[in-house]
């Protein structure tokens, strides 16, 4: 169940989730909807979205390195969470592990989903992203077809000063994936 909360500058869609999450993580919380102009979109994000994610067309993934999340550098974006389509044969968790490899060059371990951005274009067509998190050891060893052009770890006191395209939205997605992660053994 949600409901719309309208504030003065922005829409909010609050999750009334009782309990906690399938990883012992509160679920109750406000995630601001935004405008990414890059994309044409506006996005918002639903928790621990489990069996809701059948209309997902991409990924993203949220690595986590022992000294603070792994961005890639992409052509046109800068530095960003590894990201991407799903193939046709790929299984979701196929699909995010691929491109992590692909984009910072690292193996994906303790993987969950986390949820899901809700993306919504001008037209009104939904679609979503599912959101993973993980934890890797090394990056860096990018493979030849790769889109990344380099590869860094950001502390995460540092990820709005580097992030590409960085928002309230995505500042909280960060918090949660981080809060997902510390409860994970």
């Keep these: 169940m949600y409901s719309l909360l309208n504030t003065v500058d922005t829409v909010c869609v609050r999750y009334h989730l009782r309990g906690t999450s399938r990883y012992g993580v509160e679920v109750l919380r406000v995630y601001p909807v935004v405008e990414w102009s890059d994309l044409g979109v506006t996005a918002?994000?639903?928790?621990?979205?489990?069996?809701?994610?059948?209309?997902?067309?991409?990924?993203?993934?949220?690595?986590?390195?022992?000294?603070g999340f792994v961005l890639a550098a992409i052509p046109g974006r800068g530095w960003c969470t590894p990201s991407g389509h799903i193939e046709p044969h790929e299984t979701y968790l196929d699909a995010a592990l691929r491109e992590t490899r692909e984009?910072?060059?690292?193996?994906?371990?303790?993987?969950?989903?986390?949820?899901?951005?809700?993306?919504?274009n001008s037209s009104g067509v939904r679609s979503a992203a599912i959101a993973f998190v993980?934890?890797?050891d090394t990056f860096g060893d990018l493979p030849a077809h790769t889109e990344a052009t380099a590869v860094r770890?950001?502390?995460?006191?540092?990820?709005?000063?580097?992030?590409?395209?960085w928002d309230e939205l995505l500042s909280r997605v960060f918090a949660y994936a981080e809060r997902l992660l510390a409860a994970i053994p």
């Design 153 to 165: 770890v950001v502390p995460p006191e540092d990820l709005p000063s580097v992030y590409y395209r």
């Design 134 to 136: 993980g934890r890797v």
């Design 44 to 67: 918002t994000f639903e928790e621990d979205a489990g069996g809701g994610t059948n209309a997902a067309t991409t990924v993203v993934v949220f690595a986590r390195h022992p000294d």
């Design 103 to 120: 984009e910072i060059g690292a193996e994906l371990r303790d993987v969950r989903i986390i949820g899901r951005f809700l993306l919504t």
